[in-house]
């Protein structure tokens, strides 16, 4: 087959997960017509460079999207046919582009919390604090922002509901929570202002009961994965590099995904919720996630494929 013909192969394909294709459509377009013209069925660096060097001039934005569409293109054939080779990442110069999230399984996860748990602190409230905040995120994928800004009036414990106001750019929006959460909350809030000797109006505090700020939730986080490894200590109180606290958000959204597509579920009508749930402005954002894990994105291709075959039968 010519790489045009795979081409609308594939764009079948993500066409049926509900992107909008527009741009990334028109440059695969040409770079599978160059390819044709040059007689070729195979993807690899060289062709990509000489496509390019056809193409006029272009800012940096535009030259890494270039690189960035024809890359995903290559990781799928590859997929079907090694003999297709994916051009690097850093092969042209490009704006900064997302890092690939780490996804932390579950047992990391409870790691981090029991970590969290055993940060040292007068009254121990620095250890209730931050385990609760962390294990909050990684089941609720809030933003890091968005979890700090909470007050305890946001919890509405008989109806299991968690009011979050100050989303990004602004918006609000209320995310149902399962009750072993709220319970979770409750007693937080409970301990908490057993500790402080007051009620808190700020959900997550300090020893001092004021709210916690992003800093010190930064610094607790990567405190607590060096403890077990996720991190390199480092000296002078230093973060060092590794997995963050917004990956937990990550791989809340991966994991709800991955359990869509392992339990049967309709990823076109899930995706919607799951971006409402999660906050994002706009759905890219959401499906961002199938590109960045390969397990997510092999899953998809794997399904779509079958509803491709059930379609022809």
Not at 49 to 56: G, N, P, S, V
Not at 157 to 162: C, E, N, P
Not at 176 to 191: A, K, N, R
Not at 273 to 292: F, K, Q, V
Request: net charge positive.
């Amino acid at each position: 087959m010519s790489l045009t013909d795979q081409l609308d192969r594939y764009l079948n394909v993500r066409r049926g997960l509900g992107y909008d294709l527009g741009t990334s459509e028109r440059i695969l377009r040409r770079f599978t017509r160059f390819a044709d013209r040059e007689g070729t069925a195979l993807i690899d660096t060289p062709l990509f460079l000489r496509w390019h060097a056809t193409l006029a001039e272009a800012r940096t934005s535009t030259r890494g999207a270039r690189l960035s569409v024809v890359r995903l293109f290559a990781q799928w054939l590859s997929g079907f046919d090694p003999a297709h080779e994916v051009p690097p990442r850093g092969l042209l110069p490009s704006a900064v582009a997302r890092s690939r999230p780490h996804i932390y399984s579950d047992a990391e996860i409870g790691a981090i919390i029991r970590a969290a748990k055993a940060l040292p602190s007068i009254y121990g409230l620095r250890g209730l604090t931050c385990s609760t905040l962390f294990g909050l995120i990684a089941v609720t994928g809030l933003r890091i922002s968005e979890a700090l800004a909470l007050d305890r009036d946001d919890l509405d414990a008989h109806d299991g509901v968690l009011r979050v106001r100050q989303g990004k750019l602004g918006k609000e929006r209320l995310l149902p929570l399962d009750p072993s959460v709220v319970t979770q909350l409750i007693d937080y809030s409970v301990e908490r202002d057993r500790l402080i000797g007051h009620p808190a109006a700020p959900l997550f505090v300090t020893d001092k009961g004021t709210r916690l700020t992003d800093c010190g939730a930064r610094y607790n986080f990567a405190h607590a994965c060096q403890q077990i490894g996720l991190r390199t200590p480092q000296p002078y109180c230093k973060h060092g590099r590794g997995p963050r606290i917004h990956d937990l958000r990550h791989s809340f959204a991966v994991k709800t995904m991955i359990n869509w597509y392992r339990t049967g579920k309709d990823p076109a009508r899930e995706m919607i919720r799951l971006t409402t749930y999660l906050g994002h402005s706009d759905p890219s954002n959401t499906y961002w996630y199938l590109e960045a894990v390969p397990e997510l994105l092999g899953l998809a291709m794997a399904r779509a494929t079958a509803d491709g075959r059930e379609a022809v039968q």
